[in-house]
């Protein structure tokens, strides 16, 4: 059914920039909501960025600035640009989609329980 699939995860130094991509298939009402998300080896997954339909975006306080998410709907697509990248920054980051329409604008949108498919992750590294 619902696939998704990223892109884009490379080894950088820090300064450096990075664009994910999320390609997704079989989706039956356009994408209501997608997300990144990130894990670190030994922390919890955390919510980066997340974008509605109508392209209103949401960023955790760790990447505001620095990262942009973005939708190309015409190509089922969903982009993550990370400028400015961190050793912190360092983790599996994965695309997440979510059927939900109600959701309050704002954090909930990062919350990684109202995703219902993931994606198998890409691996981006920052070093120092």
């Known amino acids: 059914q619902v696939q998704l699939v990223e892109s884009g995860g490379d080894s950088v130094q820090a300064g450096g920039s990075l664009r994910l991509s999320c390609v997704a298939s079989g989706f039956t009402d356009d994408m209501t909501l997608m997300g990144w998300f990130r894990q670190a080896p030994g922390k919890e997954r955390e919510g980066v960025a997340a974008?509605?339909?109508?392209?209103?975006?949401v960023y955790a306080d760790s990447v505001k600035g620095r990262f942009t998410i973005s939708r190309d709907n015409a190509r089922n697509t969903v982009y993550l640009q990370m400028n400015g990248l961190k050793p912190e920054d360092t983790a599996i980051y994965y695309c997440?989609?979510?059927?939900?329409?109600?959701?309050?604008?704002?954090?909930?949108?990062?919350?990684?329980?109202?995703?219902?498919?993931w994606g198998q992750g890409t691996q981006v590294t920052v070093s120092s």
């Open positions: 974008i509605s339909k109508r392209e209103d975006t």
């Open positions: 997440a989609y979510s059927s939900y329409r109600y959701f309050t604008y704002g954090n909930p949108w990062l919350e990684g329980s109202k995703y219902e498919h």
